[in-house]
C-alpha cells in the first residue's frame, strides 16, 4: 500500500524559500504524476503543481514564477520549493499521487505539514 | 476564487439524502471527468468517488456522483454523523494542463 509522508520546516521566514520533501513508500515513483497541494488555515485546497517521473512538470500560474518541483526517482522522493515567501503561503502543505487511471484523481496523500511564515 | 463553484454549506439529518453541486466550465468539467474529496476535520483529503461515479474500494455505496455538461454533483443517501465534514469537487483543467478544486462545501449533521 503506497504512502506518502511530507518533511521540511515548520516555520520560514518571509522572503526566504519554502523547501518540503515528499516521500513515497510501499510503491514505486514510476508510472505516476506527484502534485503538491496547499491548504491555507480555514481555507480551501490550492494546487501549486505536478511532476511526472520523467522529471516534467507543470505549475499552477498563480504561483509559477516562484514554484519549482523536483523529482528524484532513486530515492522516491520529489520535492518542492516555494521562493520568496510572505505569510500568505503559510498553509498545510500535501503531497499526493496523481492517477491517470483514476479520471486524474488524487488518489493517495500524505497527512499534510504545517508551514509557517513568519520572522 | 475558485475555478469550479460549490456551495459554501449543506445540512441534513441522520437518513436524509443530500446533494451537493459543483459547476464549472467547458475547459475542465465540459471536458474531463470529475473527482470527489472528503476532509474529515484536520485530516488529508480522502479519495471518494473519481470519474464521475466511480467509487474507490473502502468508500461505501452511500456516495454516489454524477455528471451532466458543465456540472457534477455528489449525492449521500442514509446520512450518517461520521460524514460530517468538507467536501471538494476536482477535475483537470485543459486550459491549466493541471487540476481545478472547488472551494469545498461543509456538510453538516445536524
Known amino acids: 500500500q503506497v504512502q506518502l509522508q511530507e518533511s521540511g520546516p515548520g516555520l520560514v521566514k518571509p522572503s526566504e524559500t519554502l523547501s518540503l520533501t515528499c516521500t513515497v513508500s510501499g510503491g514505486s515513483i514510476n508510472s505516476f504524476y506527484w502534485s503538491w497541494i496547499r491548504q491555507p488555515p480555514g481555507k480551501g485546497l490550492e494546487w501549486i503543481g505536478y511532476?511526472?517521473?520523467?522529471?516534467?512538470?507543470n505549475y499552477n500560474p498563480s504561483l509559477k514564477s516562484r514554484v519549482t518541483i523536483s523529482i528524484d526517482t532513486s530515492k522516491n522522493q520529489f520535492s518542492l520549493k516555494l521562493s520568496s515567501v510572505t505569510a500568505a503561503d503559510t498553509a498545510v502543505y500535501f503531497c499526493a499521487r496523481i492517477s491517470s487511471s483514476r479520471g486524474y484523481g488524487m488518489d493517495v496523500w500524505g497527512q499534510g505539514t504545517t508551514v509557517t511564515v513568519s520572522s | 476564487q475558485s475555478v469550479l463553484t460549490q456551495p459554501p454549506s449543506a445540512s441534513g439529518t441522520p437518513g436524509q439524502r443530500v446533494t451537493i453541486s459543483c459547476s464549472g466550465s467547458s475547459s475542465n468539467i465540459g471536458s474531463n471527468t470529475v473527482n470527489w474529496y472528503q476532509q474529515l476535520p484536520g485530516t488529508a483529503p480522502k479519495f471518494l468517488i473519481y470519474s464521475n461515479n466511480q467509487r474507490p474500494s473502502g468508500v461505501p455505496d452511500r456516495f454516489s456522483g454524477s455528471k451532466s455538461g458543465t456540472s457534477a454533483s455528489l449525492a449521500i443517501s442514509g446520512l450518517q454523523s461520521e460524514d460530517e465534514a468538507d467536501y471538494y469537487c476536482?477535475?483537470?483543467?485543459?486550459?491549466?494542463?493541471?487540476?481545478?478544486f472547488g472551494g469545498g462545501t461543509k456538510l453538516t449533521v445536524l
Open positions: 511532476t511526472y517521473y520523467s522529471g516534467s512538470t
Open positions: 476536482a477535475t483537470w483543467d485543459d486550459s491549466l494542463n493541471g487540476p481545478v
